[in-house]
C-alpha cells in the first residue's frame, strides 16, 4: 500500500479497509474486499459474491432496490463463524476433561508426582479457557472492573506494606536508641571494681557488636518473623477451607515445631553466648597490643603476640561454626515438617480430585513449596 501511494499507481488492489482508501486513493480505481457495510455507500459498483458466484451486481441504491438483504448474509456468515469456534472449544475441553483419566490410568507406568502434575496442568489450561471465553450477562467481558480491582489491591498492598514497615522500623530503632542510652549511663555510674573485673574488650564488645546487631539485624528479623508467620497461619487456613481434615496433621506437626523450637533454642543460646565470650578476647588482645606496641617491638615479642591472636581467633570460629552448624540443623527440620506437609496436602488434592475443582486444588498445592526453605539467620 505505501509503494503504492508513494509512486502514484494508476491502479490499487487491497484486501483490507484503510484509512488511505477514502482519502489518498480516492481519485484512483480501487478494488476492495470485505464483508464490512459502512463501505459500500460510498463504492461507485458492487459485487455480491455467494460460494464463488456473483449473485448481485450494481450501486447501492440499485441494491437496495432490487430487495437484496445485506444484513442477512454477514449475520449468517457470522452465525456460521461462531458455529465454528464454537466446535474448535468443545473439541478443546473434549480433550481436557478425557485427558485427566487418561493420566490417572498411567500412574503404573509413569511417577506419581509426574502424573499429578500434568493433570493439574491440563485443568489449569482448561479453566483458563473457560473463564477466559466465558461472557457477562450482556455478552461483553467487563475489563474496566476486573483491572479496577486489581489496581485498587496492588495500590492496598504497597501501602499497607510501606506503612506496615515505617511503623516497626521507627518502633525498633527508637527501642535500639533507649536501650544504648540506658547502657552508657549505667556504665558511667558504675564502679571501678566492675573494670577491674570485666575486661576492655568486654565492654567494647557490648556496644560494638550487640548495639550493632539491635540497629541492623533486629527490625529486619521482626518483620520477617511477623510476615512468615502470617503467610504459614495463612496456607493453614486456605488449606483447611479445601480440605477440612487437613487439620488433623496441623495440630500434631505444631506439637513437633514446639518441641524442637524448645530443644534448639536451650543449644542455640549455649553456643551463642560461649561466641560472644570467644569474641571478647580478640577485642582485649587487639586493644592491649596496640597500646603497648613499642615495648613488643622492643623486646621482639610480635611472632608470640601473632600465634596468640590467632589462637583467639580459631576459637571463636569454632564456636561460631557451632553456632552455624546448631541454625542449620533447625532449618533441616523445619524444611521436613513442610516438605510432609505438602506431600500430604499434594496426594490430598489428587485422591479428592473428583470433589474438588481443579483451580481451587491447584491453588491450595502452590501455596506450600514457597515456604520451603527458608533461610535461618545466624546474625
Given at each position: 500500500m505505501t509503494k503504492c501511494i508513494f509512486n502514484s499507481r494508476s491502479c490499487a488492489l487491497s484486501l483490507s479497509p484503510p484509512r488511505c482508501i477514502c482519502g489518498i486513493l480516492k481519485n484512483k480505481p480501487r478494488i476492495l474486499v470485505t464483508h464490512q457495510l459502512q463501505f459500500l455507500k460510498v463504492a461507485d459498483q458492487i459485487l455480491v459474491l455467494k460460494e464463488g458466484n456473483v449473485v448481485a451486481q450494481g450501486g447501492y441504491t440499485e441494491l437496495q432496490e432490487s430487495g437484496l438483504d445485506f444484513t442477512s448474509l454477514?449475520?449468517?456468515?457470522?452465525?456460521?463463524?461462531?458455529?465454528?469456534?464454537?466446535?474448535?472449544?468443545?473439541?478443546?475441553?473434549?480433550?481436557?476433561?478425557?485427558?485427566?483419566?487418561?493420566?490417572?490410568?498411567?500412574?503404573?507406568?509413569?511417577?506419581?508426582?509426574?502424573?499429578?502434575?500434568?493433570?493439574?496442568?491440563?485443568?489449569?489450561?482448561?479453566?483458563?479457557?473457560?473463564?477466559?471465553?466465558?461472557?457477562?450477562?450482556?455478552?461483553?467481558?467487563?475489563?474496566?472492573?476486573?483491572?479496577?480491582?486489581?489496581?485498587?489491591?496492588?495500590?492496598?498492598?504497597?501501602?499497607?506494606?510501606?506503612?506496615?514497615?515505617?511503623?516497626?522500623?521507627?518502633?525498633?530503632?527508637?527501642?535500639?536508641?533507649?536501650?544504648?542510652?540506658?547502657?552508657?549511663?549505667?556504665?558511667?555510674?558504675?564502679?571501678?571494681?566492675?573494670?577491674?573485673?570485666?575486661?576492655?574488650?568486654?565492654?567494647?564488645?557490648?556496644?560494638?557488636k550487640d548495639i550493632g546487631q539491635m540497629d541492623s539485624m533486629l527490625p529486619k528479623s521482626i518483620v520477617d518473623c511477623i510476615q512468615v508467620t502470617m503467610q504459614v497461619f495463612g496456607v493453614i487456613i486456605v488449606t483447611a477451607v479445601v480440605i477440612p481434615w487437613i487439620l488433623l496433621l496441623v495440630f500434631p506437626l505444631l506439637l513437633v515445631f514446639l518441641f524442637i523450637c524448645r530443644y534448639f533454642l536451650q543449644t542455640s543460646r549455649s553456643v551463642k553466648r560461649l561466641e560472644a565470650t570467644s569474641r571478647s578476647p580478640i577485642f582485649s588482645h587487639l586493644s592491649s597490643t596496640l597500646q603497648g606496641?613499642?615495648?613488643?617491638?622492643?623486646?621482639?615479642?610480635?611472632?608470640?603476640?601473632?600465634?596468640?591472636?590467632?589462637?583467639?581467633?580459631?576459637?571463636?570460629?569454632?564456636?561460631?561454626?557451632?553456632?552455624?552448624?546448631?541454625?542449620?540443623?533447625?532449618?533441616?527440620?523445619?524444611?521436613?515438617?513442610?516438605?510432609?506437609?505438602?506431600?500430604?496436602?499434594?496426594?490430598?488434592?489428587?485422591?479428592?480430585?473428583?470433589?474438588?475443582?481443579?483451580?481451587?486444588?491447584?491453588?491450595?498445592?502452590?501455596?506450600?513449596?514457597?515456604?520451603?526453605?527458608?533461610?535461618?539467620?545466624?546474625r
Amino acid at each position: 500500500m505505501t509503494k503504492c501511494i508513494f509512486n502514484s499507481r494508476s491502479c490499487a488492489l487491497s484486501l483490507s479497509p484503510p484509512r488511505c482508501i477514502c482519502g489518498i486513493l480516492k481519485n484512483k480505481p480501487r478494488i476492495l474486499v470485505t464483508h464490512q457495510l459502512q463501505f459500500l455507500k460510498v463504492a461507485d459498483q458492487i459485487l455480491v459474491l455467494k460460494e464463488g458466484n456473483v449473485v448481485a451486481q450494481g450501486g447501492y441504491t440499485e441494491l437496495q432496490e432490487s430487495g437484496l438483504d445485506f444484513t442477512s448474509l454477514l449475520k449468517k456468515q457470522e452465525e456460521d463463524d461462531q458455529q465454528a469456534m464454537a466446535e474448535v472449544f468443545a473439541r478443546t475441553r473434549t480433550l481436557s476433561s478425557t485427558s485427566t483419566p487418561s493420566l490417572s490410568d498411567a500412574a503404573d507406568l509413569l511417577p506419581p508426582l509426574r502424573t499429578k502434575q500434568q493433570a493439574m496442568l491440563t485443568d489449569n489450561s482448561t479453566s483458563i479457557q473457560n473463564d477466559t471465553t466465558t461472557p457477562t450477562a450482556d455478552g461483553e467481558l467487563d475489563l474496566n472492573f476486573y483491572l479496577g480491582v486489581y489496581g485498587g489491591l496492588t495500590v492496598a498492598v504497597l501501602t499497607f506494606g510501606y506503612m506496615r514497615s515505617l511503623l516497626l522500623f521507627n518502633v525498633l530503632v527508637k527501642s535500639a536508641q533507649e536501650l544504648h542510652r540506658r547502657m552508657f549511663q549505667a556504665v558511667l555510674r558504675t564502679p571501678l571494681l566492675f573494670f577491674d573485673n570485666n575486661p576492655v574488650g568486654r565492654v567494647l564488645n557490648r556496644f560494638a557488636k550487640d548495639i550493632g546487631q539491635m540497629d541492623s539485624m533486629l527490625p529486619k528479623s521482626i518483620v520477617d518473623c511477623i510476615q512468615v508467620t502470617m503467610q504459614v497461619f495463612g496456607v493453614i487456613i486456605v488449606t483447611a477451607v479445601v480440605i477440612p481434615w487437613i487439620l488433623l496433621l496441623v495440630f500434631p506437626l505444631l506439637l513437633v515445631f514446639l518441641f524442637i523450637c524448645r530443644y534448639f533454642l536451650q543449644t542455640s543460646r549455649s553456643v551463642k553466648r560461649l561466641e560472644a565470650t570467644s569474641r571478647s578476647p580478640i577485642f582485649s588482645h587487639l586493644s592491649s597490643t596496640l597500646q603497648g606496641l613499642w615495648t613488643i617491638r622492643a623486646f621482639r615479642a610480635q611472632e608470640r603476640f601473632q600465634n596468640l591472636f590467632e589462637a583467639h581467633l580459631d576459637l571463636h570460629s569454632e564456636c561460631w561454626f557451632m553456632y552455624l552448624a546448631t541454625s542449620r540443623w533447625f532449618a533441616m527440620r523445619l524444611d521436613a515438617m513442610c516438605a510432609i506437609f505438602i506431600s500430604i496436602t499434594t496426594f490430598s488434592c489428587v485422591l479428592l480430585r473428583d470433589s474438588k475443582e481443579p483451580p481451587t486444588a491447584e491453588h491450595c498445592e502452590g501455596l506450600g513449596p514457597h515456604h520451603t526453605g527458608r533461610r535461618v539467620r545466624t546474625r
